[in-house]
């Protein structure tokens, strides 16, 4: 099959020479080397009322129906698929995430979340944009440069089960800091169903640490945390003893190693940027966020959310 291409002017040029010449459409269509439904296509188009044929006038009505031929859009106000996107942006939810659970109820629909993408970088989604509803900002992040923790049990250490997120109960732990001596939050997020469990910390001291973890496992079985090598972890063992468990850390430099944590983190950097001031924020307004994100679907969950999982323990 012949790949299509449009007529140029100087082809438009040979075609009234060669009809000037006598020559049949398939003899123009050969000497061009196109189709011959093509010349004719052409000839139907663009020729004159007295049926002659006129290069430039050819090239003047293709020029005029490209510029009107324009793509419908694919969103629009009326459209009701363009106010669940909206609604879920307005909750934080990932482009990707918006269309993989609407073409579950409607899988004939056959929009691409880049699309949402495309929509909201262009400002044609009323009251969305990037850098206030999408997860990432365009900052890279920086990471820890030394560590000070002499552990007991190291990631190595851990059982299959841990390894292969078996079970529920088994915890992956960090802080997310916010501006210099501006508090932080501490958080824990299960291996398996991705559920996540904080506290707000006024400092980073190791005690405020404890304390804050203690509180945040009100009620909530702990099996094992798997924690790096920050500084404000100093006192975990009274925190093992504590929450009668037992604390694995990751290697230096090896975020990888707890990677459930790290993008969990990376979910609520969406809502406090490194200079927020966590000493301001309320109890009450991060158990808004941590809801926001425990019922939020999950790809890795197929698409439950880390709430029915983490309560149901219905995975295998």
Request: net charge positive; hydrophobic share 30%.
């Amino acid at each position: 099959m012949q790949p299509y291409t449009h007529f140029t002017l100087s082809e438009r040029e040979s075609i009234r020479n060669f009809l000037s010449e006598g020559k049949s459409l398939r003899a123009i269509a050969k000497e061009l080397g196109k189709n011959v439904s093509s010349i004719s296509r052409e000839l139907k188009r663009n020729q004159n009322k007295d049926g002659t044929y006129n290069a430039y006038r050819g090239l003047s009505l293709y020029l005029y129906r490209r510029k009107r031929c324009v793509r419908k859009p694919r969103l629009s106000p009326e459209f009701p698929l363009t106010e669940y996107i909206i609604e879920k942006l307005t909750i934080f939810w990932s482009p990707e995430l918006i269309m993989t659970m609407y073409k579950r109820k409607n899988p004939t629909e056959r929009l691409s979340f880049s699309t949402i993408y495309s929509y909201i970088k262009k400002g044609k989604l009323p009251n969305i944009s990037s850098k206030s509803h999408l997860r990432r900002h365009g900052k890279h992040r920086n990471r820890g440069t030394f560590a000070t923790i002499k552990p007991t049990h190291t990631i190595h250490e851990r059982s299959a089960d841990i390894n292969d997120r078996l079970n529920i109960g088994d915890f992956e732990g960090d802080t997310v800091l916010g501006g210099v001596g501006k508090g932080c939050i501490a958080t824990y997020f299960d291996r398996k169903s991705r559920y996540l469990v904080a506290q707000v910390m006024q400092d980073k001291a190791s005690q405020t640490l404890n304390d804050a973890t203690i509180k945040a496992f009100d009620g909530v079985e702990v099996n094992s945390i798997t924690l790096d090598n920050g500084s404000e972890f100093a006192r975990f063992k009274e925190l093992e003893t504590a929450l009668n468990t037992t604390i694995y850390f990751a290697d230096i430099h090896s975020p990888w190693q707890r990677g459930t944590n790290e993008n969990g983190n990376d979910l609520l950097r969406f809502f406090y940027p490194k200079s927020y001031d966590f000493r301001k924020l309320t109890a009450d307004e991060l158990a808004f966020v941590v809801d926001l994100i425990n019922d939020r679907p999950r790809k890795c969950l197929d698409y439950l959310s880390p709430k029915q999982v983490f309560f149901s323990k219905c995975c295998t």
